[in-house]
């Protein structure tokens, strides 16, 4: 079956056609993983247990909540430059590249290294969408990558010290 051409918005923008649709490829397959991600990280929040209950279920929070923030600017900063995002929970699925986690049952020690993990794999594909919008010389895509990037990275950072003592 042949893939059906993506359509472009009419949206003004000087960037390059086809050198922005790369981007807002990357930029969809990080959206859908940071989809993939709050909801993982919601999950352990709502299932941590254990006597460091309360720190995780608290740090699991805040960084549920970070992760959130930034879905609504990659989707707005993909439509800026005339391209379409995700359109729903099958969307998401067919893009993202990090593994749900269906357990009934994890760990604590378990989801702290799972979403580390996530995380150092969230930046790696921030880094590459990063030389991406660079080599389109999108700059404020690439200004922006760097705040998720630098976000990610604390709580890859968190969850690698939480770890120590669990």
């Not at 960037?15 to 930029?27: I, K, M, R």
């Amino acid at each position: 079956m042949a893939k059906t051409p993506k359509k472009r918005l009419k949206t003004p923008t000087d960037l390059p056609t086809n050198a922005v649709a790369s981007v807002a490829d990357a930029l969809n397959g990080i959206l859908a993983d940071s989809f993939a991600l709050y909801f993982k990280t919601k999950n352990f929040h709502w299932h941590v247990s254990g006597p460091h209950f309360r720190d995780y279920h608290l740090l699991f929070d805040d960084q549920a909540t970070q992760i959130f923030a930034t879905t609504d600017l990659i989707a707005e900063r993909i439509r800026k430059t005339g391209n379409t995002t995700l359109r729903s929970i099958g969307d998401v699925s067919r893009h993202q590249t990090l593994k749900d986690n269906n357990a009934e049952m994890v760990r604590p020690a378990a989801m702290l290294a799972e979403l580390r993990d996530d995380n150092l794999k969230l930046i790696e594909a921030l880094r590459i969408a990063k030389d991406l919008a660079d080599q389109t010389k999108d700059n404020a895509t690439s200004a922006v990558i760097d705040d998720w990037t630098d976000q990610a990275e604390q709580r890859a950072w968190f969850l690698f010290e939480a770890a120590q003592n669990a």
